[in-house]
């Protein structure tokens, strides 16, 4: 039987490439550049099997070609919302992601962020670089202390349970929960942690916000400015989930102003682009788009994609299939 066509749109480790070349005919996008809608949609049509990552955009009109060759997106990357699954399902092809392997080190990017900013260490690298140091003194870059305040944690799936492992046994943090649906008690239990009904309820209690819900239309905009109002003036905002959750505007004008104590983010709305008010604003940390990107896990989500092709072109049910 000839090997199924599959197409990788960004550049993976090498040691995935090397496993997918050797059962697959393989075509891998060497420029590294994100490639567009029409490329996309003239891929659907050559390809039994197309692996996007976040830089690719799949609205409805991509699957709209009369010869569509594609059974499967198996997707690099947890997050989906950049494919309109509907029409993918409408159109017969599955889609698959790549849950857990990530799980750790986004959270702890999420760390890394909360502390940065808590701690103020971006503050203190510039000015170090910059030459602008005169020295220690007891007011100098005085930050905020993260040990036994208060974390709220907006979406309690794998990422946001590894943000609640980390924030409550590692640094005894208090654990406030906002999600969609009800968490089972033991799992609560397992970080100490309170459920709270709405946003609206949680953002005041807080001393730390973090992001861990998916993105997508239905998130669009969930921190916007009548909310971030809800925050306490010497909160921080932590953004892992992605760009959209978030209103830019708006943060910018909260950090401006001092509405909240600072942010940190890792994920924007216009990535690669950053919002220009939020350049200059010196209580954010920002980083680009890291949650994932360590060798194990960039190697894990690959094998993970393997192992979701290899089921579907066998003839099981890959694991990881959201539509
Ligand atoms: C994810 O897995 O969703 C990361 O943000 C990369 O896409």
């Given at each position: 039987?000839?090997?199924?066509?599959?197409?990788?749109?960004?550049?993976?480790?090498?040691?995935?490439?090397?496993?997918?070349?050797?059962?697959?005919?393989?075509?891998?996008?060497?420029?590294?550049?994100?490639?567009?809608?029409?490329?996309?949609?003239?891929?659907?049509?050559?390809?039994?099997?197309?692996?996007?990552?976040?830089?690719?955009?799949?609205?409805?009109?991509?699957?709209?070609?009369?010869?569509?060759?594609?059974k499967i997106l198996a997707n690099y990357?947890?997050?989906?919302?950049?494919?309109?699954?509907?029409?993918?399902?409408?159109?017969?092809?599955?889609?698959?992601?790549?849950?857990?392997?990530?799980?750790?080190?986004?959270?702890?990017?999420?760390?890394?962020?909360?502390?940065?900013?808590?701690?103020?260490?971006?503050?203190?690298?510039?000015?170090?670089?910059?030459?602008?140091?005169?020295?220690?003194?007891?007011?100098?870059?005085?930050?905020?202390?993260?040990?036994?305040?208060?974390?709220?944690?907006?979406?309690?799936?794998?990422?946001?349970?590894?943000?609640?492992?980390?924030?409550?046994?590692?640094?005894?943090?208090?654990?406030?929960?906002?999600?969609?649906?009800?968490?089972?008690?033991?799992?609560?239990?397992?970080?100490?942690?309170?459920?709270?009904?709405?946003?609206?309820?949680?953002?005041?209690?807080?001393?730390?916000?973090?992001?861990?819900?998916?993105?997508?239309?239905?998130?669009?905009?969930?921190?916007?400015?009548?909310?971030?109002?809800?925050?306490?003036?010497?909160?921080?905002?932590?953004?892992?989930?992605?760009?959209?959750?978030?209103?830019?505007?708006?943060?910018?004008?909260?950090?401006?102003?001092?509405?909240?104590?600072?942010?940190?983010?890792?994920?924007?709305?216009?990535?690669?682009?950053?919002?220009?008010?939020?350049?200059?604003?010196?209580?954010?940390?920002?980083?680009?788009?890291?949650?994932?990107a360590t060798r194990e896990t960039r190697e894990?989500?690959?094998?993970?994609?393997?192992?979701?092709?290899?089921?579907?072109?066998?003839?099981?049910?890959?694991?990881?299939?959201?539509?």
């Amino acid at each position: 039987m000839a090997k199924p066509r599959v197409l990788v749109t960004r550049r993976w480790p090498e040691a995935v490439e090397a496993k997918m070349a050797e059962v697959f005919d393989l075509t891998i996008n060497r420029d590294d550049r994100p490639l567009g809608p029409e490329d996309i949609r003239g891929a659907i049509g050559d390809y039994d099997a197309v692996l996007p990552t976040v830089t690719d955009r799949l609205p409805g009109m991509v699957f709209d070609t009369p010869k569509a060759r594609t059974k499967i997106l198996a997707n690099y990357g947890v997050g989906f919302a950049h494919i309109d699954t509907d029409a993918a399902k409408s159109h017969g092809i599955a889609v698959t992601n790549t849950p857990d392997v990530l799980s750790e080190c986004t959270a702890d990017i999420a760390m890394t962020l909360m502390l940065m900013v808590a701690r103020r260490a971006g503050e203190g690298e510039r000015e170090l670089r910059d030459g602008r140091w005169t020295g220690w003194r007891p007011t100098h870059l005085v930050g905020t202390k993260v040990s036994g305040a208060t974390l709220g944690i907006i979406g309690f799936g794998r990422i946001g349970q590894a943000m609640a492992q980390r924030a409550h046994h590692g640094f005894g943090m208090k654990i406030l929960v906002q999600n969609r649906s009800k968490v089972a008690p033991e799992i609560l239990a397992r970080y100490n942690a309170v459920q709270v009904e709405t946003v609206e309820d949680l953002l005041p209690q807080c001393d730390f916000v973090s992001l861990h819900c998916p993105g997508g239309a239905a998130n669009r905009h969930l921190i916007n400015a009548r909310r971030l109002d809800l925050m306490k003036p010497t909160a921080f905002l932590i953004n892992t989930a992605r760009g959209e959750v978030v209103a830019e505007h708006a943060l910018a004008q909260a950090l401006w102003f001092g509405t909240i104590g600072g942010a940190g983010l890792d994920v924007f709305e216009r990535e690669p682009l950053i919002h220009p008010d939020l350049k200059d604003a010196d209580n954010l940390v920002m980083l680009p788009h890291l949650g994932s990107a360590t060798r194990e896990t960039r190697e894990a989500m690959g094998f993970r994609v393997f192992d979701n092709l290899m089921d579907f072109f066998e003839g099981r049910a890959p694991r990881d299939r959201v539509a």
